[in-house]
């Protein structure tokens, strides 16, 4: 099953920017949808943003405009850019693999990256 290495959260103020790194444990051009998913307290994982082998990008509504998915096949690598960070953008960040656009996730998950948004 693919692993995932997330990376790049922290604590930020409200209007701040991070921009987060998911490492594949295998090369990601084999993969056909990455995706990025959250979890804050008390609350399910939900799927934020994804991008296709193709480059097609699918966003939820909650951070169109702020949210920036992108890939990188040499490095095994999708980064996820963070603007305008909102107090409820506060969650564990994670990355995926998906067979497809309406299928759930398929590989391990890994440990998460903590965003923090507070002043």
């Known amino acids: 099953q693919v692993q995932f290495v997330e990376s790049g959260g922290g604590l930020v103020q409200p209007g701040g920017s991070l921009r987060l790194s998911c490492e594949a444990s295998?090369?990601?051009?084999?993969?056909?949808?990455m995706s990025w998913y959250r979890q804050a307290p008390g609350k399910q994982r939900e799927l934020v943003a994804s991008?296709?082998?193709?480059?097609?990008?699918q966003y939820a509504d909650s951070v169109k405009g702020r949210f920036t998915i992108s890939r990188d096949g040499a490095k095994n690598t999708i980064f996820l850019q963070i603007d305008n960070l909102k107090p409820e953008d506060t969650a564990v960040y994670y990355c995926?693999?998906?067979?497809?656009?309406?299928?759930?996730?398929?590989?391990?998950w890994g440990q998460g990256t903590q965003v923090t948004v507070s002043s």
């Open positions: 991008i296709t082998s193709f480059g097609n990008i």
């Open positions: 995926n693999a998906r067979s497809g656009l309406r299928s759930g996730p398929t590989g391990s």
């Open positions: 295998e090369k990601i051009s084999s993969l056909y949808v």
